[in-house]
């Protein structure tokens, strides 16, 4: 398992000195079955840190604000969420990931670091940086996979081991991904949508799309703004979304918000129905459930058999979207489940990963072991 680089050459050469297997013994103990161990879900949208044998410590968006005068971070997570659009001309907040990766490498690395230290706190041997195992989109480049080491790397971290999202998701809800049986799993995050059929270990068919809750909320400020002349934020509009968007019609849901009248320029009210979002996010959601066929088709037909017997598991904070398992199992006619508490699926798949990390190991896209520089 060793990697073989310039560094475990040297010390291999020393392997029968008395003394080196001594320290090694020393350092086998402190670095192994240390629960100084974390998992990642870098989200578009939020980003949780689950520490081994804690659960989940860290939940807060995605967003840090940054004063631009100085450079330093002003705000990380649920406070720079409320600074959206409502910062003055120094303070920018920014959200570092935009579909689901990495857009500014500088800001993720400050928000990872600051989410990590606040996490650390948790930790049994704070003077070890942790191993961390992070998730990552489906079909993400070489590219991105770096940029994500790099960045949490460079947060802290001593090891960095990397997963697809839908895969975490999987093993955050115990399917049984190890088995020779299909699962599929759909991942509807704020930037992504990850659809993904896994059997043996592996993703064997899978699809990453760019519609997830962002573009829902962007296709709720454009329809506002075309049908009622009334602009609104993406706050507000994500608001929206949650109170009263659902694609099956059912009981009828009513909300007022305000917005800019783009006449007048004044503040407007408007009363906005189920029906109105509905529309605004039809041709989203119906890439949505096209992806999903076009996954399905072309599953091999064993596997597609374990999957329309076994379902299809929804996971992601698009997954609470109204009538979308309703709307999936009819179009794609097999069983759709939301999955319990399906925001944190991802985080606890990353934790049950670092419980067994040598089991798991085949299913991470990469590994990394660093030594310490010392040795
Ligand atoms: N009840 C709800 N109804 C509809 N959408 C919801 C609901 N709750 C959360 N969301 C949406 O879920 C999205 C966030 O989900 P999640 O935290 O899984 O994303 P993420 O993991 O950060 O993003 P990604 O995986 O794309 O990088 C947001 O767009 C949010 O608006
Ligand atoms: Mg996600």
Do not use: C
Not at 172 to 196: E, F, K, N, Y
Not at 292 to 307: A, G, M, R, W
């Amino acid at each position: 398992m060793a990697k073989n680089n310039g560094k475990s050459g040297v010390m291999n050469s020393f392997r029968l000195s008395g003394a080196r297997s001594s320290f090694k013994g020393w350092k086998d103990r402190l670095f192994s079955g240390a629960s100084n161990d974390i998992g990642i879900d870098l989200g578009t949208a939020n980003t949780l840190v689950y520490v081994r044998g804690k659960g989940i410590v860290v939940n807060e968006p995605s967003v840090v604000a940054v004063n631009e005068k100085t450079g330093q971070v002003v705000a990380v997570g649920a406070m720079a969420k409320d600074m959206l659009g409502r910062t003055p001309a120094h303070i920018k907040a920014v959200r570092p990931l935009v579909d689901g990766v990495i857009s500014d490498f500088e800001v993720t690395e400050e928000m990872l670091s600051y989410l990590m230290n606040r996490a650390s706190a948790f930790l049994p041997k704070r003077f070890l940086g942790p191993r961390v195992v992070v998730g990552v989109p489906s079909g993400v480049t070489n590219v991105e996979v770096r940029a994500v080491r790099d960045a949490t790397r460079n947060a802290g971290a001593r090891e960095v081991y990397i997963v697809e999202q839908p895969m975490a998701g999987a093993i955050g809800i115990r399917l049984p991904v190890h088995d020779p049986v299909g699962s599929m799993v759909i991942d509807i995050g704020g930037g992504t949508t990850d659809i993904a059929v896994i059997s043996l270990g592996g993703i064997v068919r899978s699809k990453n799309l760019k519609i997830a809750g962002d573009k829902l909320n962007n296709d709720i400020i454009s329809y506002i703004r075309n049908e009622f002349k009334i602009l609104i934020g993406e706050t507000t509009a994500e608001a929206v979304k949650i109170a009263v968007g659902s694609v099956i019609p059912d009981e009828p849901m009513e909300t007022t918000i305000r917005g800019r009248d783009l006449i007048t320029g004044l503040p407007r009210e408007v009363v906005i129905t189920d029906s109105d979002i509905r529309e605004a996010m039809s041709q989203s959601i119906e890439a949505l459930v096209e992806a999903s066929k076009e996954v399905l088709e072309t599953t091999p037909p064993e596997i597609l058999s374990d999957v329309m017997k076994r379902g299809a598991y929804l996971v992601g904070g698009g997954a609470l979207i109204k009538g979308l398992d309703a709307l999936l199992s009819d179009t794609l006619r097999l069983p759709v489940y939301i999955a319990d508490d399906p925001l944190t699926a991802i985080a606890r798949g990353a934790g049950v990963i670092l419980e067994d990390i040598d089991r798991f190991k085949p299913v991470l896209i990469e590994s990394e072991d660093d030594l310490p520089s010392s040795s």
